[in-house]
């Protein structure tokens, strides 16, 4: 498995994947987005995200999806 930068053990690490439901709040409306997060196996931190397009797509997916459309 490739490895990912662990900015607090500063270090390539290996990690673990956890698909979690997130909650958002975007315009006054409250939705959840399932996610993949990644985790540092030393310190157990969350690794940042080097698809934050990608996150913030499916954010404004779900809110669309809930308002009902684009306008
Ligand atoms: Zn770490």
Redesign the pocket.
Known sequence: MAKKY????N?L?NYIVKNEECEYNYRNKNFTVKEDRYY??????E?ASDDLDGDLKRIYDEYYKLVGGKN
């Open positions: 662990c900015y607090f053990c270090s690490v540092c196996v030393n310190c157990q931190n690794l």
